[in-house]
């Protein structure tokens, strides 16, 4: 089964589609993890996914399909959650293809929220640097301030949560990546989440999403 989140940055996607994966035992490909990693080696490509990271720019697509290519290669035979992967109609092209001998994509899921609360949630955002768990000083604080309640991890903020940068990002969102929405809902295949409720109850609604897709399949 192949399923990808879509929302804009700080709609809670990453959080969702982790805990889904780890709980559906699923591949998780975070593309901005995945590129993060690759932005802290110290190469030609390194620093230039960092500089496109850092202004709120998006990777090119070649970069992109290598990255999703060598994924899929070693998470041959499972059932993956794609976040942050496909934010390009020309990056949806590259998933078809990739996806086009096992059966393409099952679901698109769009994890719904305005404007006005991604701004909020991304200027109060902290996030762990061992285990990517992610805190908002207003509505979700880490207990000890700066570190993380899971692993004791140290807590940072993102260089690209900047307001230049979180407007940017929004940008790209709602100009490049909404026609992607628009193309997995006349394909027929989007599922459109509210994002704006509490977290628990947002992750029940998702897994009896994918659930039912499963009970379909059989
Ligand atoms: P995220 O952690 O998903 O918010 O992604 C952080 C940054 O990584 C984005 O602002 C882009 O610079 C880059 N990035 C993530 N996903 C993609 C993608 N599918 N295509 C190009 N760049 C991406």
Redesign the pocket.
Known sequence: MYIVFIGP??SG??TQARCLAKDLDMAYF???????YLAKQDTALGRR?AD??????????E??EEVIAAFLENNKGKSVIF??????SS?ADILKRKLADEGGLDLAIFLDVSREEVIRRLSARVICQDCGAVYNKNTNPPQEEGQCDKCGGQLYQ?T?ETPA?IE??LD?FYNKTMPVVKLYCRQGILKKVDGERVIDEIFRDLKKLISSLDTEAD
Do not use: C, W
């Open positions: 940055p700080g996607k990453g975070a593309a901005g993890d995945q590129l993060r996914i496109k990271i850092a202004a709120g720019e998006l990777v090119a697509d970069t992109m976040d942050g992967f496909p934010r390009l990056q993102r690209d940068a940017k990002r790209n």
